[in-house]
Every structure is written in C-alpha cells, then in structure tokens.
C-alpha cells in the first residue's frame, strides 16, 4: 500500500523504493546505481548526474500519482527509453527464451513446443523491429527538434497514431501456453510464465510512458517551433477502424481459412484456393480474431494444430 501521496526531491530514494519497489526498474534506466543510503531523490540524482525534476515525473507517473507534464525534459526521458530499448532486447526477452527452451520439450518431439518457441522467436524479432525504428527514427526526429531542426515529412503524430501495443502478443502467447501447452508439475514453466507477465506488464509501462509522457512533450516542442515559424503545421492521420467481431462459434469456412493460414498462405492465395475475393477471406479472420482472440498466424497455427486443423507435415517452417 502506497503511503507517500507524491513524490518530491526532498525523500529519501529509500522511501521511494519502499513505497513501490517496482521504481528500481525506472532508477536502472536513470542509470542510478543502488548503495545510496539514506540519500534525497536531490542528493542521489545530483550525484548520478540524472535531472531530478525528469525522474521524479516519471516516478510519480508509474506510480499513478500526480505528475506535470512541464517538468519533464525530453533529452533525459530519451536516454531513459532507449535503456529501456537495451534491457527488454539483450537481457529480459533473451532471458525468457532461455528459460522457455528448458521449460518446454524443444526436442522436436513435440509439435506444439516447436511452434510455441518460433512464435516467441518472431514475436522478438517484432519487438526488436519496433524499437529499433523508434530508436534510429522517432528519437533521431525529436533529437534534430531540439538543435531547432524539424523534419517537414515527419512529425510525431506518425508515431503516435500508428503505435503498436507490442505487449498484446506476449500476453497471446501466455494465454497459448496455458491453453494448448499440457504441463504434470512443471514448475519451471510457471515460473516462465510468471516472467512473461512480468514482461508484459513492464512493456505496458513502457509503452503508457511513450504515449502519455514523450509523445505529449514532443507535441509541445513541435507547437512552440510551429509558433515560432520553424516546422509546418501537422497533418493527423486517420485511424484505422477497429475490427468488427460478433459470432461466438467456427464455421466450417472458418475452420478452412484457419488451415490455410496454418499453411502459410497468403490473403490472396486463401481466396484464390477457396474461390473468395480477398475482402471475404479479410472480413473471415475479423471474426476468426474475436472468437478466438487470437490475432497472429503463428497462435492460429498452433490452434490449428491443437485442433487437429493441420497436420505438421502441412505446416510452412
């Protein structure tokens, strides 16, 4: 239970971390170094060279507390990020695999451990994809802002609209495991499974930290240059329409665009094999999606498989 109402630079670090050990994670991507003793929030950053006012506001905001945005600067907050980018791509996503492979019979004996593992594997390679565009794109964008340099063909409401929650797979993939995956007191894959939703409640945090702290600070800074002159006026981009979903059972159309995904077709090969036009097979794995909430063509493999939908000698590796 919280029991300090907000922070402020005059705590000590200590009763922050008692008061949600959950900020050692933000002190790591400050590039805080624990053995501060009984030192101020003040003290420790002035120390560790980290703006105290940019830590504090984040701090305040994980811990869903009363922040300001104004006191946020966008240099730290980045360097903050991309340590962020560094631990989820070359520790903590490493590290769950490593304990996924020795969870799970990667042997080649089980069909269903095999795609698990490859559905992980893609999804890193998603989650790497993401992070590196936002690294060598979106802060080198906000980075030439702040040398008063905008970009006319970028702006970060291109980011903003168009930012995934990459966090959703993961929790697809937990939700695979503890359906399809049979486990006899496999203690070692619960405690996998308690990492992946650790992880996934870090890349929420993360994500909520890029959507409502950076993205509406950036949006300040391209106003301010707008007033001044320097950057032209945005242009939003129109959000997509959310899929619409109603029935709560398969068809046997269904069950059919199922196997073809399993066997690695495209939307136009499902529709020339099964004599649709492309919006049809389209409008299917809408409602394939909500049924089975599950929304990638690896965790629609592996329920086809599960279901015996496909057999593996079918599937495309």
């Known amino acids: 239970m919280n029991q300090l109402s907000i922070y402020r630079a005059s705590d000590t670090m200590r009763e922050l971390i008692r ?18 003793g009984d030192k101020t929030v003040k003290e420790v950053c002035e120390a560790q060279g980290v703006e105290v006012l940019t830590f504090l506001t984040v701090a305040n905001f994980v811990s869903q507390k009363e922040y300001d945005l104004a006191t946020l600067s966008l240099a730290p907050l980045m360097d903050y990020l991309k340590r962020a980018h560094t631990y ?23 069909d269903v451990a095999f795609l698990i593992l490859r559905f992980y594997d893609e999804y890193v390679t998603e989650v790497r994809r993401h992070m590196e565009y936002e690294n060598d794109t979106v802060f080198a964008y906000v980075e030439r802002l702040l040398q008063g340099q905008p970009d006319e063909k970028y702006h970060i409401s291109t980011f903003a609209d168009k930012h995934d929650h990459i966090e959703d797979k993961l929790m697809e993939l937990k939700d ?100 649709l036009s492309i919006n049809t097979v389209t409008t299917h794995r809408r409602n394939i999606t909500g049924k089975l909430q599950i929304h990638t063509p690896n965790g629609l493999t592996i329920y086809a498989l599960v279901n015996k939908l496909v057999k593996l000698s079918e599937i495309k590796m």
């Open 176 to 275: 695979i495991i503890v359906r399809y995956y049979p486990q006899k007191a496999n203690d070692l894959l619960n405690s996998v499974l308690f990492d992946i939703i650790n992880c996934e409640a870090d890349l929420t945090q993360h994500r909520r930290v890029e959507d409502q702290l950076f993205v509406p600070v950036v949006k300040l800074l391209e106003e301010k240059l707008r007033t001044q002159g320097i950057t032209p006026p945005v242009q939003l981009l129109q959000e997509e329409e959310e899929p619409d979903n109603r029935l709560d059972v398969l068809s046997e159309r269904e069950k059919e665009i199922i196997h073809c995904v399993a066997m690695g077709m495209t939307n136009k090969e499902i529709a020339d094999t099964l004599c």
């Open 19 to 36: 008061d949600n050990s959950l900020l050692l994670m933000v002190m790591s991507r400050f590039g805080i170094s624990l053995g501060f």
């Open 88 to 110: 989820f791509l070359d520790y903590n996503l490493p590290f769950i695999r490593r304990r996924l492979i020795e969870a799970i019979d990667c042997s080649g004996a089980d």
